[in-house]
């Protein structure tokens, strides 16, 4: 399993605290106060709680505002090209419904872009926004700039995968390397067939979990000018 946590198989994947710590790190550095969350629902629980928990560990004035923390149905980011007829919905706070939504993951950013601009209105302060994907983060940053709000003056930006995309349009991003997980993922394997060992449930002493640090890109979508 590579990029998840298993209980069953060998895994690999990053180390989401380390991650997480350098996020809440470089947040406090840019002076931002408010943070918010953009998660799969059953997928990313695990980040958002070393997210919190790197918070509250942290002597630092930054918090997560529960107003802002989504959960976006899982694979969601890969239907961003993709007409679909089904409706879906998008969750904060508690989990409970705020919208019912159709046509992908466009509808779910455009629920979330309400919610920013209402913020924004109320006079609340700005919000950094930790997403889970690049996809995501790019497709808000547009529909953010449409309605009238600034990256990062208003809304900050910062994401997972540091793919080309990232890159390219300046956006902040953990790094997963792929290269090095696909490496590992294989010698893995390939030890385990040498050594003709059966890992599975039933033989939890051969199960190993590797997490590999990340790091921090950061770039201007989550640079916000100090006080």
């Known amino acids: 399993m590579v990029t998840q946590r298993s209980k069953f198989f060998n895994s690999i994947l990053v180390d989401y605290r380390n991650g997480m710590v350098q996020v809440a790190s470089h947040l406090k550095a840019q002076g931002w106060s408010k943070v918010g969350f953009i998660g799969q629902k059953g997928v990313d629980v695990e980040k958002y709680s070393v997210l919190k928990e790197s918070f509250d560990e942290l002597p630092i004035r930054c918090s997560l505002d529960s107003e802002c923390i989504f959960w976006l149905p899982k694979g969601i980011a ?23 939504l159709s046509h992908g993951l466009n509808e779910h950013i455009l629920a979330i872009v309400k919610i920013l601009l209402e913020r924004k209105q109320q006079g609340k302060a700005p919000i950094a926004l930790w997403i889970y994907n690049d996809v995501c983060a790019l497709a808000l940053e547009k529909e953010c700039l449409k309605a009238g709000l600034r990256i990062p003056e208003d809304v900050g930006l910062i994401s997972f995968d540091n793919t080309y995309l990232a890159q390219i349009l300046n956006l902040s991003s953990i790094s997963q390397p792929i290269t090095k997980i696909a490496k590992q993922a294989y010698q893995l394997v390939a030890q385990a067939h040498r050594e003709h060992k059966k890992v ?28």
């Open 78 to 100: 890969e239907s961003i090209s993709i007409a679909q007829s089904s409706s879906s919905s998008v969750e904060h706070k508690d989990g409970s419904d705020s919208n019912t």
């Open 200 to 227: 599975s449930a039933e033989h939890n002493e051969s199960i190993e979990c590797l997490e590999i640090k990340p790091e921090l890109f950061a770039r201007q979508s989550s640079k916000l000018a100090k006080i």
